[in-house]
Structure formats: C-alpha cells, structure tokens
C-alpha cells in the first residue's frame, strides 16, 4: 500500500533494477522500498502499517552529463563504487537497509508522493538541510501562489525564488555597452534572441527560453521553476533585472543543456 505522508523513512529492498526511462530514455536506477521505520520527535519509530513506495533515480540529464548527487547519494545509501551502473540490478540487496525522504510534488495539475532521495541507513541528514532541485519545484509549486497573494503589492525579486515569475513586464529598451564585458566571451546563443533593434533583455530571454518546451502539455510552472532555478546556479545571489545582455546570452547558450527531465 502506499504511503500517505511526507517524512523520513528506513526502508529495505523489495526489487531493483536498471532501465532506459522517460522521454528521453534517461539511465535511471529503479528501486521499490518497503517502509519500517519512521522519524518521529527525533527517534526511529516501527511503521506498522504495509507501506511500499517505488523511486526513480536518474543517473543522468538530458543533456548526458552525469547526475553527480544522485550518483553519490546511490553510492553512500548501497555501497556503489560509481563505476557500472548494472551493479545496481546485478547486486543482491535483501536485508539491506536505507533511508528515504518522501515528499509531496505537484505535476500537471497532479499531486503525488514521492521518494526525494535516498541514503544510507545510518546518516544524519548531513546537517542543516538545503532544498535540491525537486525540494524547489515542490515549494514553489505549493507556495507559490498562496505566497504571492498573502504577501499583494509588487512582488521583490530574491537571489533563488521558487515559485512562479511573472512574465517579465515590458522595459524601456537600454543602450547596448560599449564592449561587452571581458570576463563573459560567449557565443551568440543559438536559441532564439532579442531583436535586432534592442539589446537582449528579460523579456527577450523569457520568450526564448520557452522554446525549449516542445510538448504542449508541459505544466508552465515547471518551465517557471527551471527558469528560476537555472537563474540561481548561473547568477546566485544576482537580481535578474541587473543581468546584463551578454550575461542573457550566456544563460540562453547553457542554461537549456541543463533543463531536469520531466
């Protein structure tokens, strides 16, 4: 049966395996947990309930790179070495314990529970815990919203938002530098750009960003939650506004090749 709330379990193995998943045909390691234990007033308590939950853990992105945190939470939670990724279907994990964080996340128009990450049964949870990439988007797809309307007014831009931006408002075109700035020699990017006659800006970036979405029944909030979270890795702490033309380019040269698979 499935569990129905958020928490931290331990776990132990029921099946494994590896297999090519999504759209993209991504290497994800496949993994179903039986639930035992549960975090609770900061001690392990039994689940007497039968609860069993399914994770998928890509191993890499859409751009083919390497998914570096899932790969080393695999390798703290099962004693993977990194090397093959068969390892972890050909291995036999009966008796081995692990714990998983289960969270709430919203998906067209869909919520559902989901296994966060994975470790190893004895962590701590590695101190003060920071938000990933799924603890972004599930935030900003619950919050965002409620936030927005609780706070009214103009809404201030922060360093990592997480919800919803809205699309950028219209700005009076600036005049282009004098030379672009030293410290950013990118290419052109080959995304769409601004028009001739302005220098790129938010809105231009905006618009061409989306068109990295070719499915039609893509949530806009997880094309806003990419957009805000690719912001925050490329210019942290930076206010969009601020960003200069050669610093959209760059965003729209990179910034698609590391846009999470859906």
């Known amino acids: 049966m499935l569990p129905n709330r958020e ?12 297999s ?17 234990q549960e ?13 069993d939950i399914t994770g998928y853990f890509y191993l890499e992105k859409r751009d083919s790179s390497l998914n570096t945190v899932t790969i080393e939470n695999l390798k703290s939670a ?25 969270a709430f996340e919203e998906y067209q128009g869909k919520t559902r529970l989901k296994v966060q990450y994975v470790d190893a049964e004895d ?24 936030l927005r309307a609780n706070a ?23 005049p282009a530098p004098a030379q672009p700035p030293v410290e950013q020699p990118f290419q052109p990017p080959a995304t769409p750009a601004a028009p001739a006659d302005r220098p790129l800006n938010a809105d231009a970036a905006w618009a061409a960003f989306q068109g990295n979405f070719d499915k039609p029944d893509v949530d806009p909030k997880l094309i806003e939650g990419e957009w805000f979270r690719l912001l925050a ?3 942290p702490g930076r206010d969009a506004k601020t960003l200069s033309p050669a610093e959209w ?3 729209l040269a990179e910034g698609p090749a590391q846009i999470l698979p859906f």
């Open 249 to 251: 380019s760059r965003f």
């Open 233 to 235: 890795d490329m210019f």
């Open 123 to 146: 962590s701590t949870g590695g101190g003060v815990p920071r938000a990933d990439d799924n603890t972004r988007r599930a935030l900003g797809n619950r919050l965002g919203a409620k």
């Open 7 to 18: 928490g931290r379990f331990k776990a132990t193995i029921l099946e494994h395996g590896v």
């Open 20 to 36: 090519e998943t999504g759209p993209n045909n991504l290497a994800t390691f496949i993994c179903r947990f039986q639930l035992v």
């Open 152 to 174: 009214g007014g103009t809404p201030a831009p922060a360093p990592k938002p997480a919800g919803r931006p809205a699309p950028p408002a219209p700005a009076r075109p600036k």
């Open 78 to 102: 099962f004693g993977w070495d990194g090397r093959d990724p068969l390892w972890l279907q050909d291995s036999d994990f009966n008796g081995h314990v692990v714990q998983v964080k289960l």
């Open 39 to 51: 975090l609770g007033n900061g001690q392990w308590n039994p689940v007497d309930e039968d609860l």
